[in-house]
Structures are given as structure tokens and as C-alpha cells.
């Protein structure tokens, strides 16, 4: 079956750290875009980051410096290693299969495929 | 405040037919595919349309999606109390390098 489960979240300090952990099965993660999409609660979708299949990587502005994300081919696995952890940052993190492709008709940014997200809470 | 407007909340009775609008610029509607998802309560997001128009597998043909200049717009017909949930547009934006999503559209099935 094709599928992305999520895990690693949980209640996490001002300035602490998180290792969120998405293990795909039915393809390969090292083959596809792969991004993280998150949702503050009662919020809207907002993109994280991806990383390509040439190893690319991207970050929302609101995440860039804090957050890492990366892959462990291996175990067919993708990561986001997110520092420096604020209130703002509380939320649901989902993994996805997509990211940004062009063509002669322009930019497609999609994504396929969704885990079942993890929740982040930031609070002392 | 999102890129991409959609109205905050839309409503239809069972059998109606409803659509949910999304608009955007030059620099993304304009000048890029879009993309919609459903999220039903307490649910992952689910690709309901892509490209515009064009429905994945198993995404009933009561789905349906269009775009003209800068906007675009989700048609739901035949209205059933499952359509119930969140819907959010989205799209690549030239300007900001990067992708972004409507505010998203409640649905509420009466």
C-alpha cells in the first residue's frame, strides 16, 4: 500500500528542538519531491519545505535557518529536524509527496500523497 | 492574509450544486496550474483536482474544476452531507518563488 505515517511529535519547550520522522511505503522517497506541510489549529495549510530528488532543498521564509529538512534513503524515510522552536510554530505537521515541476504552461505545485500529520505543540 | 482568496465559509442543500472561488494574480493563477484539496474533518488533506480541470482516480466526476484569467473555481453538484469539509486552493506564485494556498472554504451541507 502507498503510504506516508508520520510520527515524532509531541510538547516541546520555547527554544527547544523536534525530530519528526515520515516513513513511506509503496514508493520511494529518494525517487519523488518531498515536502512538509503544516496547520496551526483551526488554521489553514501553510508549506514548510521540500527536498528534491536531486537533493535539493527549500524552506518557507518562516522556517529557514530553524528548520532542516532531509532523507535517509535506507529506510526510505524523510525528516524534519526543527530548532529554535516558538509558540507560532505549534501545529499539525503533515509529510506529502510533491513539490514544484514546470512545463511550457507553467508552474505545477501539488502534492499527491498525505500522512496522517503529527501534532507540534510549543509551550512552556 | 493568503495570496489566494477564497470565501470563508459556503453552504448547499443535499442535490445542489455549489462552487467555491479562488483568486489570485498574474503572478500565480494567472501564469500557473491550480490545484485543490479536500480536508475533511479531523482528516489529512486529500488532492481533489490538479492541473485545473483534472480529477485524480476515484474523485467522482461531481467534482469539477475550472480557471479564467486570475481565478479559478470549484464546482460541487449533486451535494451530499460527506462534501462536508475544507477546501483550499492552491498554486505557484512567480513573484514569491514559491508555492501558496488559499485561506481555505468551510463547507457546510444543510
Known amino acids: 500500500e502507498v503510504q506516508l505515517v508520520e510520527s515524532g511529535g509531541g510538547l516541546v519547550q520555547p527554544g527547544g528542538s523536534l525530530r519528526l520522522s515520515c516513513a513511506a511505503s509503496g514508493f520511494t522517497v529518494s525517487s519523488n519531491y518531498m515536502s512538509w506541510v503544516r496547520q496551526a489549529p483551526g488554521k489553514g495549510l501553510e508549506w514548510v519545505s521540500v527536498?528534491?530528488?536531486?537533493?535539493?532543498?527549500y524552506y518557507a521564509d518562516s522556517v529557514k535557518g530553524r528548520f532542516t529538512i532531509s532523507r535517509d534513503n535506507s529506510k526510505n524515510t524523510l525528516y524534519l529536524q526543527m530548532n529554535s522552536l516558538r509558540a507560532e510554530d505549534t501545529a499539525v505537521y503533515y509529510c506529502?509527496?510533491?513539490?514544484?515541476?514546470?512545463?511550457?504552461?507553467?508552474?505545477?505545485?501539488?502534492?499527491?500523497?498525505w500522512g496522517r500529520g503529527t501534532l507540534v505543540t510549543v509551550s512552556s | 492574509q493568503s495570496v489566494l482568496t477564497q470565501p470563508p465559509s459556503a453552504s448547499g442543500t443535499p442535490g445542489q450544486r455549489v462552487t467555491i472561488s479562488c483568486s489570485g494574480s498574474?503572478?500565480?493563477?494567472?501564469?500557473?496550474?491550480v490545484y485543490w484539496y479536500q480536508q475533511l474533518p479531523g482528516t489529512a488533506p486529500k488532492l481533489l483536482i490538479y492541473?485545473?480541470?483534472q480529477r485524480p482516480s476515484g474523485v467522482p466526476d461531481r467534482f469539477s474544476g475550472s480557471k479564467s484569467g486570475t481565478s479559478a473555481s470549484l464546482a460541487i453538484s449533486g451535494l451530499r452531507s460527506e462534501d462536508e469539509a475544507d477546501y483550499y486552493c492552491a498554486a505557484w506564485d512567480d513573484s514569491l518563488s514559491g508555492g501558496v494556498f488559499g485561506g481555505g472554504t468551510k463547507l457546510t451541507v444543510l
Open positions: 506529502a509527496r510533491g513539490g514544484a515541476e514546470y512545463d511550457s504552461s507553467g508552474y505545477y505545485w501539488y502534492f499527491d500523497l
Open positions: 498574474s503572478s500565480n493563477i494567472g501564469s500557473n496550474y
Open positions: 527536498i528534491y530528488s536531486g537533493g535539493s532543498t
Open positions: 492541473r485545473n480541470n
